[in-house]
């Protein structure tokens, strides 16, 4: 399953990577996304709760067509 994670705010790239390796991402207007595969459930609620832990706020989640 393909997602993208859309985060408020503009994250640098030393962050994103560091804090999301296995997820390509871009910095658009006043957002971030974090968009690639994500293998099941468990995964995905990691990577939610490294937004939390880092104090992101996700504005959007949606799954990608594959």
Same mark, same amino acid.
Do not use: G, H, T
């Given at each position: 399953?393909?997602?993208?994670i859309r985060i408020a705010g503009a994250m640098s790239e030393v962050t994103r990577h560091e804090? /999301? +390796?296995? *997820?390509? #991402?871009? @910095? @658009? +207007? #006043?957002?971030t *996304? &974090? /968009?690639g595969q994500v293998t099941d459930d468990a995964h995905l609620f990691g990577? &939610? #709760?490294r937004c939390q832990a880092l104090g992101l706020r996700v504005v959007e989640l949606r799954r990608l067509p594959e």
């Open positions: 399953m393909r997602y993208e804090a /999301f +390796p296995e *997820l390509d #991402s871009a @910095v @658009v +207007p #006043s957002q *996304l &974090l /968009f990577l &939610l #709760s």
